[in-house]
Every structure is written in structure tokens, then in C-alpha cells.
């Protein structure tokens, strides 16, 4: 099946105003419906480069085209926005509005959108955040960190993005608010089918969500693919800071007795096991 | 990742990455910025500020300050300057001599008050740039561990230090607050000068309430540092690694010493001998002489 | 000699209608790596707080109870005490940044307890080259990306050498190798130091490694305080708590519970490694 390009970025350079080049050289291209994950060591630039991807910063050299729109020389910021949401790692510097309400209708507002319109959006992006009507005349601020972070982006998703990206959105999070979210993300991408970018170090999370899996070191990509690719790579990840998750690596030393270098599922470990361990007793 | 940097940020603006000042000692930038900042205060007559000022760009330009940012405060050079002009324009000083350049109506330009506006924009404008040199050159720290080896006792530095890490974390929420704006379709170019000022007041409600946690929080790291405010540790004096660390050199004394006497040759040329006042100015006189063969 | 001794302890914050602690006893032996597990709003980061005394110095509330390090209660200590026997690093490592530069950061602590100007040039030395941030010392707080700054935090508190060392969530912006040399490296001052360290994690696998027992809080209570070897020996008690299982664990239990022969589980990847070998082979 042929997808549709959704983002295309060529040659991408990126210096913050200090001299610091933050991104070296980018090219890589996004699909419609693709659910990412941006991987890489610290300071390997992945949040310099999904900002310079919804046009936050404006890349040095290079293009980037997000559904046909060139991000780098658009003047019409409300386009852009339209097309890609960026939540920023930390909720409390996204939440600026008075009640929740206003909060999620600030961005449509922004946009000049008849009231009516944007009270429909904020009804069904709270919906689908799993923020309840309640609560929308409450501070945003005094809510705890898994509903603020909910709320940050629900407050992106009443612009109806095609690319929703989350900075680093399990962090701090416990278990089952982790799963949360990214159950969240997962029906955003396969319900509605927003194109998802993560940043993330958590490998679990990676291996249990993302289909795609974008290696960053130095400002570059260092390798690209599906999860069980990339996780197969264990000496590249190493340059990238990275380890696959523990199942994996507990695969790859079971190697030599019949495991697969590339499962990333305890579920699918024990089903492998269970052949293997089976077929004595079938002999 | 390579090192690419060219500069440095800091609270106020950026700072060279490598400058030739860095080698000179803190204490030495200080006492060079006080003097080129407030010399030219003792001094009225213009032509010597002017050379002021052309040796401060000289400094600016040794220590690889990127003179295109200067650009930024030239709307500020002009405003200040209209305004002392026409300040002296509409209240005219020392009338009685009666030199008049030209006239607008029953408002006389005199010369005398042109030539004292000018000279005191001249020292404005030394002042406004040895600040900026100094602004460009130096950092957070080496302003402290300046303030500290002049003397002054760790609570007063300690403060301004905190008060300096305040406002940076204030900046740089301020700046994440903008860029979130923008990921949500706010384009500021936009708005009118009415809606500019309650978007920022906007702003204000998250910024104050992120502050407060934030200043929260570093009171708490302060305190499981074990700061106790006190200039004393056990009863000894509290080490000062950095004020050790930047030890004042033979190069740091002697540029200390010549400023210091420069300064007092100043002071007493001006006070005693009295050769830097307006009247005895060589362009006052030339431009008294062109103008009114006096 | 015990280094921690809790008794009896509760903390409400003021405003707050349940207590955010309920009657907490706890004793941690000295050396020992401890790892403080438990979901969101639990009460994790109120006990560590107060065991490094900022609750209730820092804090409005009420406070009842006794928290005693190495047999002196933490309340009747001065900040400076506190700060000689006990460092701890925060989740936030914006918040603690003090100060206009890494340098200046790692060497303002240790001005406050006191060590020479010489001691403290040593330090800064060792400490940079142990936690990796040599390049760094000259930067100021809003240089440094997240990962950095939890680095300079972890330093700067190392560096003044306590004999306690609380982390609370110490390297959840970490990068996964970064991650492992912060817990390397705690592992080894604890060795040669003499510390106990106490590491508050929602990340379990690295716990699982190195620490030597385990404190599970649910709910401002201790729930489950063990050794790490057999803390997750009831599963679902665990995950019922919210806590992610490492997937070797749950594999290696879904395994043994297969075979139903009652097996104890091994915790450690080398031991799962060797027992699934051993059980291939014996089934051969
Ligand atoms: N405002 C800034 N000015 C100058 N340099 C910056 C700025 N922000 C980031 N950098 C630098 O740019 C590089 C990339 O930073 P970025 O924040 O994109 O990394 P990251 O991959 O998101 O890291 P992390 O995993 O720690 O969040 C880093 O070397 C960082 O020090
Ligand atoms: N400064 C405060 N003022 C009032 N209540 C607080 C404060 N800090 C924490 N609480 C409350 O105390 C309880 C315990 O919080 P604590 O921060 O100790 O949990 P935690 O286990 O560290 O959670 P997390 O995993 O989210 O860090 C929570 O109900 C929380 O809302
Ligand atoms: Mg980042
Ligand atoms: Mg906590």
C-alpha cells in the first residue's frame, strides 16, 4: 500500500543564535498514520529538531514540507498549526488560561473560529483526552500532573493537527499513567488517525507503541526502521546511548538457544519459549 | 558534538566565546568598566568623550564583541538624543550671553545650551557603551566574583546571585511561554498594540505561578545544600573556591593601577586645574568662533 | 548501626485533608542501596523529604513522629549538619540550580560545609570525571539540555561526600546508557564510600540490579519493605500497585508458571539467562 508523504525534511541544518549546531544534516521523510519514535543519547537534538518540524524554530538551511506547506518559508503560522501540534515536554508551560475550558478553546480562538465551532471542538477534544465537562471551569493549574498533561494536549488537539508530536510524554509517570497516555496516543493514531511523533527514553515504551523508530546522535540520524530492526542493532544502539529494552537483550543472549534477536514482547519471548522447550517433548 | 559555538549566552545578551579580556581578572573588567563608565561624567567637554567613545570601540572590537548587535540600541541613541536637544531647546540654560543660533518662532536656539545638550548626550552615550562592553564581556560570575574580591560580604553577593538565577529562569520560562503560544497559532505580529498588551498580561499569571513554585523549589535546594547565612563556616571564613581559583595577576595589577591613576589625573585635572570644563572645550571654542567671530 | 530510623511518622501538608505520610516505621541499615518504588502521588518523594529534613523545615503542615540519622534526630540538626550527613537530589534539576555556572554550583555546597579552597579544586576534579561533565563546568543552568542538568545535580550532591545519598527520580531524562552509569556509579560510591543511597524509581529494572532491598509505598503507607530477591516473587501484587515488572521478570514467571513445579524466580538477566538455558537443556 502506498502511503501518502505527510512530512518531508531535505537537508536540514539547524544552528541555535549562540553558534551551537544543534542539527547537522537531516533528511527523512514522515508517513500519514505513522505512529514515531524519536530516540537518541542526551542532547542529541531531538527536540531542537521536532520544533524545527511544526516551524517553532526556523531551520538555518534545509526544507521542510508538512502537507505541502514549506514550514521554513511559510509566513502563515496559523496554516502550519493547523497541520502540526507540538506538546511541549512540560504541561506548566503550556497552560496559561484562566479555567480549562479556555484553555482548550485557546488555540481554534486563536485561529478566528466562530464561537460555536470552537465550543464543538473543545467538547470533543476534552472527550477524546478523557477530560471531563466538570472540571472546565477549574484552574488548569492546580490539576495533578496526568491531567495537566492531558489537558496540554487536548488544548493541541482542538486544532484538529495532522502531527501531533509529545516531548518525552511518560516521564515522571508511574505504571499505569504511562499506559495512559499512551493508550491515549494510540487511539488518537489508530481512531482518528493523527500521524504520532514520541520522544522518549524509555525503551518499553518504544518497543510496546511505535511502529517507527528514529535513531538521533549528533544532530543526525543514525539509523531508522521498524522496532524490531532497529532494536536488532545492538552495536549501532550503543553508539546512540541507547540499550534495547530487557526482553530483548535477554533474547539476544538466548540467541544461541534458539531465541530471535528481535522480540520486544515478554508475551512473544514465552511463545517462543514454548516452542522451543516443547520440542523435545514432541520428539 | 563539535564545538561550533561562537558565543555565549547570558541573562542580558550574548558574550564573545574567546576574547582576549578573559584573561584579565574579574576585578580588573570591573575597574576598568567603572572607570571608562563614569570618567567621562567629570569630563564636559566633548571632544575628549568622543575619544572615549572611540577607544571603547576600539575595546569592543579587540575583545570580539559582535559589533551588529550595537545596532539594537541605535533607536535608543536617537530617542535620547532628541530628547536632550529639545529639552535645552524649550528650557534654555545661561540665556544671558545671548548667542543665538537661529530662532523658531519665540523659541531661540542658544548656543550655549546646544553646546551643554551635546555634551551631556556624549556622556550619556560613554556610559550607555562602556556598560554595554562590560555587558558583552562579562558574565554572570565574573560579575560576582568581581563584587566579592572588591569586598563585598557573601550575603550582598549571594543575593544578587539569586537574584540574577531568578531572573534567568524567569527569562527562559518566559520564552518556552512564547514559543507554546506559537505552537498553538498565536501570531503576535498580528495583534494590535491593545491586544499586544493583554496578551502579555496573559502571560504574567502562568509566569508568576511557575516562579513561585520554581523559587520554592530553590529555596529547598539551598537549604539541603546547608547554606546558612552567614559569612562564616565554624567560625572560620567561608572559602571562596572561585575568588581562589581567579587569582589577581602581574598583568591584572598593573592595568588596575594605571586606571586608578589615570582616574585620579582626571579627577584632579578636572577639579583643580579645571581643563575639561565646556568653556575651556576646544570645539566650543571653535564652534563659538565660526559662528559668532567671538 | 542503623542510619535511618523512622518512628511513628506522620506528615499532613497544610491544606490538605488526608496525610500525605500515615505513620511511617522504617529502619534502613547503614550501607545499604535502598529503592523506593511506588505510583504517582504516593507519598515517595514527602518520606525521602523527610528524611532529609526539608519536611517539615520547608513545608507547612503537621508533623508528628521521630526521624533519627545514625541516632540524632533530624529535626534538632542545623541545615548545615544535615547537609554534611545526608544530599539529596531532586526530580526537578532546574530546581535546585542555584547558582550562575556548573563550577560555581558544584563548588557553592561545598563552600557551605566548610572544605578548603584546595579540597574543594580536588573535588571538583574527581567528581566531573566520575559523572562525565569535564566540558561543562563553564556553563550557565540554561545551556545545558535536561539530561546535562540532572548530571550537574547528581554531581554537585555527590561531591560533598554525605553518608546518606537520596535520589528521587534521579534519571528519568536520562538516556538508557546514561542511566546505567548514574546507577553504576552510585553503586560504587556506596562500595567505597561507605554510603547508603536510597533511590526513589519508577523505573524498576535498574533497581532490580543493584539495590539491595526494596520499599514499596502506596498511599503515604510502606506497603512492602524487602529484599530486592524475593520482593517480586507475588507478581500481581506488584503490578496491581501500578509498578512496570521488568519484561525478563514477567517472562521468567510466566515460564516457571508453565512448568508448575513452584520454581523461585530469579530476578537478575544472567540468572534468567542461565535458568532458561538450564531448563532447555534438562528437558532435553
Ligand atoms: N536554547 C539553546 N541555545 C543553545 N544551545 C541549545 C539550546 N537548546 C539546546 N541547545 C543545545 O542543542 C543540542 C540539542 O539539544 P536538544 O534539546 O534538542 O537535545 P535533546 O535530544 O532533546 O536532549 P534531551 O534528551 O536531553 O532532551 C544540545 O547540545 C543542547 O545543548
Ligand atoms: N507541596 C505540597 N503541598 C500540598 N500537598 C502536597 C505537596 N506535595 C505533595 N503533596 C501531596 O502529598 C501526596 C504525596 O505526594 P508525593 O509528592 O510525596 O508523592 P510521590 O510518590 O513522590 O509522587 P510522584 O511519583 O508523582 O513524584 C500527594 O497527594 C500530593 O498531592
Ligand atoms: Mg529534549
Ligand atoms: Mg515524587
Known amino acids: 500500500m502506498e502511503k501518502s508523504k505527510i512530512i518531508e525534511v531535505k537537508d536540514l541544518v539547524f544552528c541555535y543564535p549562540d553558534g551551537t549546531k544543534a542539527i547537522e544534516d537531516i533528511s527523512i521523510d514522515f508517513y500519514d498514520g505513522e505512529f514515531i519514535a524519536f530516540i537518541g543519547t542526551n542532547g542529541c537534538g531531538k527536540t531542537t529538531f521536532s520544533k524545527c518540524l511544526n516551524g517553532i524554530l526556523k531551520a538555518t538551511s534545509g526544507t521542510i514540507k508538512v502537507n505541502g506547506i514549506d514550514v521554513v518559508h511559510t509566513k502563515d503560522c496559523t496554516e502550519l498549526v493547523k497541520n502540526i501540534g507540538y506538546v511541549f515536554q512540560n504541561p506548566d508551560h503550556q497552560l496559561f488560561n484562566n479555567n480549562i475550558y479556555d484553555e482548550i478553546a485557546y488555540a481554534p480562538r486563536n485561529l478566528r473560529i466562530p464561537e460555536d465551532e470552537v465550543k464543538q471542538r473543545v467538547t470533543e477534544a476534552a472527550a477524546i483526552a478523557g477530560v471531563t465537562p466538570e472540571v472546565f471551569e477549574e484552574h488548569p493549574f492546580f490539576q495533578v500532573k496526568g491531567i495537566r498533561q492531558r489537558i496540554a494536549i487536548a488544548s493541541i488537539l482542538s486544532l484538529r493537527p495532522k502531527v501531533i508530536i509529545v516531548d518525552e510524554p511518560t516521564t515522571g509517570q508511574d505504571y499505569k499513567q504511562s499506559i495512559e497516555v499512551m493508550e491515549f496516543l494510540k487511539m488518537l493514531n489508530e481512531k482518528h488517525g493523527h500521524t504520532i511523533i514520541i520522544i522518549t527514553h524509555e525503551m518499553d515504551i518504544v518497543a510496546e507503541y511505535a511502529k517507527r523508530v528514529v535513531v538521533m546522535t549528533g544532530g543526525r540520524v543514525l539509523s531508522e526502521g521498524s522496532v524490531q530492526e532497529v532494536f536488532a542493532q545492538t552495536e549501532l544502539l550503543e553508539k546512540a546511548n541507547i540499550k534495547p529494552p530487557q526482553v530483548t537483550r535477554l533474547a539476544q543472549r538466548l540467541e544461541s538457544v534458539g531465541f530471535d534477536n528481535n522480540i520486544i514482547s515478554p508475551e512473544k519471548m514465552f511463545e517462543q519459549w514454548r516452542q522451543l522447550a516443547k520440542q523435545p517433548v514432541g520428539k | ?294 | 548501626m542503623n542510619a535511618i530510623e523512622i518512628k511513628d511518622l506522620i506528615w499532613r501538608y497544610e491544606g490538605r485533608e488526608t496525610p500525605a505520610l500515615k505513620g511511617i516505621n522504617l529502619e534502613i541499615e547503614e550501607n545499604q542501596f535502598i529503592g523506593v518504588i511506588g505510583p504517582n502521588e504516593a507519598g515517595k518523594t514527602s518520606l525521602v523529604a523527610a528524611i532529609k529534613g526539608i519536611i517539615p523545615e520547608n513545608y507547612n503542615g503537621i508533623y508528628k513522629g521521630d526521624v533519627k540519622l545514625f541516632g540524632k534526630l533530624n529535626r534538632d540538626s542545623s541545615p548545615r549538619e544535615l547537609a554534611r550527613t545526608v544530599g539529596m537530589v531532586f526530580a526537578d534539576p532546574d530546581a535546585q540550580f542555584t547558582s550562575m555556572s556548573v563550577e560555581e554550583e558544584i563548588s557553592f555546597g561545598l563552600e557551605n560545609i566548610g572544605c578548603d579552597v584546595e579540597e574543594i579544586g580536588k573535588r571538583l576534579e574527581w567528581v566531573c570525571k566520575l559523572t562525565n561533565i569535564e566540558g561543562l563546568l563553564e556553563k550557565p543552568p540554561y545551556d545545558l539540555s535536561g539530561g546535562q542538568k540532572q548530571r550537574v545535580a547528581i554531581a554537585s550532591i555527590i561531591a560533598m561526600k554525605p553518608k546518606i545519598i537520596i535520589l528521587d527520580e534521579p534519571t528519568s531524562m536520562l538516556d538508557p546508557i546514561s542511566k546505567d552509569m548514574v546507577f553504576d556509579l552510585l553503586r560504587i560510591m556506596k562500595e567505597q564510600l561507605n554510603l547508603t543511597v536510597i533511590v526513589v524509581e519508577h523505573n524498576v529494572e535498574k533497581l532490580v540490579e543493584l539495590a539491595d532491598k526494596l520499599i514499596l509505598v502506596h498511599d503515604g503507607q510502606i506497603e512492602k519493605y524487602g529484599a530486592t530477591e524475593t520482593f517480586f516473587d507475588d507478581l500481581d501484587f506488584i503490578s496491581e500497585k501500578s509498578i512496570r515488572v521488568p519484561g525478563a521478570i514477567k517472562f521468567m514467571h510466566m515460564v516457571n508458571a508453565s512448568r508448575n513445579k513452584g520454581e523461585h524466580s530469579p530476578i537478575q538477566l544472567e540468572e534468567i539467562e542461565k535458568t532458561v538455558k538450564g531448563y532447555l537443556k534438562g528437558d532435553e
Not at chain 2, 542580558?12 to 576585578?27: D, K
Request: aromatic residues 16%.
Open chain 2, 1 to 294: 558534538m563539535e564545538q561550533t559555538r561562537k558565543m555565549q549566552r547570558t541573562i542580558i545578551g550574548y558574550i564573545p566565546a574567546e576574547s582576549p579580556m578573559y584573561a584579565l581578572h574579574p576585578v580588573a573588567r570591573l575597574i576598568l568598566f567603572l572607570a571608562t563608565g563614569l570618567l567621562p561624567l567629570f569630563i564636559e567637554a566633548p571632544e575628549y568623550n568622543v575619544l572615549f567613545i572611540i577607544i571603547i570601540f576600539f575595546m569592543l572590537k579587540y575583545s570580539h564583541v559582535n559589533l551588529s548587535r550595537l545596532k539594537i540600541f541605535l533607536p535608543m541613541m536617537i530617542t535620547v538624543g532628541i530628547i536632550i536637544n529639545l529639552t535645552y531647546f524649550f528650557f534654555p540654560i545661561n540665556t544671558e550671553e545671548g548667542l543665538i543660533i537661529f530662532s523658531i518662532g519665540r523659541f531661540n536656539a542658544h548656543f550655549h545650551s546646544f553646546m551643554w545638550a551635546m555634551s551631556i548626550y556624549i556622556r550619556i552615550i560613554a556610559l550607555l557603551l562602556a556598560s554595554i562592553f562590560y555587558f558583552s564581556t562579562n558574565r554572570e560570575r565574573d560579575i560576582l566574583v568581581g563584587f566579592r574580591t572588591l569586598g563585598f560580604p557573601f550575603i550582598v553577593s549571594y543575593f544578587f546571585g539569586l537574584i540574577l538565577r531568578s531572573a534567568g529562569i524567569f527569562l527562559e520560562d518566559y520564552a518556552i511561554i512564547r514559543e507554546a503560544e506559537q505552537a498553538r497559532g498565536l501570531d503576535v505580529r498580528n495583534l494590535s498594540f491593545g491586544g499586544k498588551v493583554k496578551h502579555f498580561s496573559m502571560y504574567l499569571v502562568p509566569l508568576f505561578t511557575l516562579s513561585i513554585r520554581k523559587c520554592e523549589d530553590i529555596s529547598i535546594g539551598l537549604f539541603s545544600k546547608g547554606t546558612e547565612l552567614s559569612g562564616k563556616v565554624d567560625g572560620k571564613k567561608r572559602p571562596d573556591y572561585l575568588k581562589h581559583k581567579m587569582k589577581l595577576q602581574r598583568t591584572d595589577k598593573w592595568i588596575i593601577a594605571t586606571i586608578i591613576a589615570a582616574s585620579l589625573a582626571v579627577v584632579y585635572f578636572d577639579l583643580v586645574v579645571d581643563s575639561f570644563s565646556l568653556e575651556n572645550a576646544w570645539l566650543y571654542r571653535t564652534l563659538r568662533h565660526t559662528w559668532f567671530n567671538l
